[in-house]
């Protein structure tokens, strides 16, 4: 697979509900207000979720362009100026069974779309499925969402050891989520790193810290990015600073 030209990051974690969609249309919100065109692909192929948290009508899903050629401008759906989703199925079956042929249409599709965006964002499914590894490698970034919880730092840190002893990949990129202080994201990222450091030779980048929120959770309910809901809570401060860092 060519690495194409634009950024592409793609946000995993191991772990479900650690806070993958809400990072990706968050960030995804900031770029584009900073006039970056941005595009975001539910990478969540069987249970996705990012017209959900963008409160979105979604008429045609990358599914039917991968299992009935739908012409992918079809599929594109504009969400503000600067920010366009391509939106996943929810409720079918994981596609990981999608054959060779269809695995090489899908890249081949996104790789002629992806030229119009400056920053793509994939929203990646939880766990260590095809998906997950597939859309890994296809990015040129890795970021890796997690949390104090003990749990999402040993699923975290099996997806970064067979990313990078799989696919070669060494650069990740840390968002520690959900965390009750400041001291609390950056001990979460140092307990981490000892462990890349010692057992893998990795050496992650701190990209941000996002505190817990209420605000988060009142701007899911509304279907809306806490970036515009809340823009002045600290979550909001957060997704700004981790933009900030992403800007080309
Ligand atoms: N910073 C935060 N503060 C408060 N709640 C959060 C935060 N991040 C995530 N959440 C909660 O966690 C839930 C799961 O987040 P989500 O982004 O859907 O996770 P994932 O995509 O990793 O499964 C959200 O619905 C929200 O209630
Ligand atoms: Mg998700």
Same mark, same amino acid.
């Given at each position: 697979?060519?690495?194409?030209?634009?950024?592409?990051?793609?946000?995993?974690?191991?772990?479900?509900?650690?806070?993958?969609?809400?990072?990706?249309?968050?960030?995804?919100?900031?770029?584009?207000?900073?006039?970056?065109?941005?595009?975001?692909?539910?990478?969540?192929?069987?249970?996705?979720?990012?017209?959900?948290?963008?409160?979105?009508?979604?008429?045609?899903?990358?599914?039917?362009?991968?299992?009935?050629?739908?012409?992918?401008?079809?599929?594109?759906?504009?969400?503000?100026?600067?920010?366009?989703?391509?939106?996943?199925?929810?409720?079918?079956?994981?596609?990981? &069974?999608?054959?060779? @042929?269809?695995? #090489?249409? /899908? !890249?081949?599709? +996104?790789?002629? *779309?992806?030229?119009?965006?400056?920053? $793509?964002?994939?929203?990646?499914?939880?766990?260590?499925?095809?998906?997950?590894?597939?859309?890994?490698?296809?990015?040129?970034?890795?970021?890796?969402?997690?949390?104090?919880?003990?749990?999402?730092?040993?699923?975290?840190?099996?997806?970064?050891?067979?990313?990078?002893?799989?696919?070669?990949?060494?650069?990740?990129?840390?968002?520690?989520?959900?965390?009750?202080?400041?001291?609390?994201?950056?001990?979460?990222?140092?307990?981490? &790193?000892?462990?890349? @450091?010692?057992? #893998?030779? /990795? !050496?992650?980048? +701190?990209?941000? *810290?996002?505190?817990?929120?209420?605000? $988060?959770?009142?701007?899911?309910?509304?279907?809306?990015?806490?970036?515009?809901?809340?823009?002045?809570?600290?979550?909001?401060?957060?997704?700004?600073?981790?933009?900030?860092?992403?800007?080309?």
């Amino acid at each position: 697979m060519t690495p194409p030209s634009p950024h592409i990051y793609c946000i995993s974690s191991g772990k479900g509900g650690v806070g993958k969609t809400t990072c990706a249309v968050n960030i995804g919100t900031a770029l584009a207000q900073r006039g970056l065109k941005t595009l975001i692909i539910d990478g969540d192929l069987g249970l996705g979720n990012v017209d959900v948290a963008l409160g979105l009508q979604v008429s045609h899903t990358i599914r039917e362009t991968v299992e009935l050629g739908l012409d992918i401008d079809d599929v594109l759906l504009p969400v503000m100026d600067n920010l366009t989703v391509l939106p996943a199925s929810s409720g079918v079956p994981e596609m990981a &069974g999608i054959s060779q @042929e269809e695995q #090489l249409f /899908l !890249t081949s599709t +996104l790789e002629e *779309i992806i030229h119009r965006f400056d920053i $793509v964002l994939i929203d990646s499914a939880a766990g260590i499925g095809d998906s997950v590894l597939w859309f890994s490698e296809w990015a040129t970034n890795n970021i890796i969402v997690i949390t104090p919880d003990p749990t999402s730092l040993t699923d975290g840190y099996a997806l970064m050891k067979i990313l990078s002893s799989r696919y070669g990949k060494k650069k990740f990129q840390l968002i520690v989520n959900n965390v009750k202080s400041q001291k609390e994201g950056i001990d979460t990222k140092k307990a981490i &790193g000892k462990v890349l @450091e010692q057992f #893998l030779d /990795l !050496t992650p980048e +701190l990209l941000g *810290i996002l505190p817990k929120d209420a605000q $988060v959770v009142k701007a899911i309910r509304k279907q809306t990015p806490f970036l515009l809901n809340s823009p002045d809570c600290r979550a909001a401060k957060g997704i700004r600073r981790i933009a900030d860092r992403l800007t080309p």
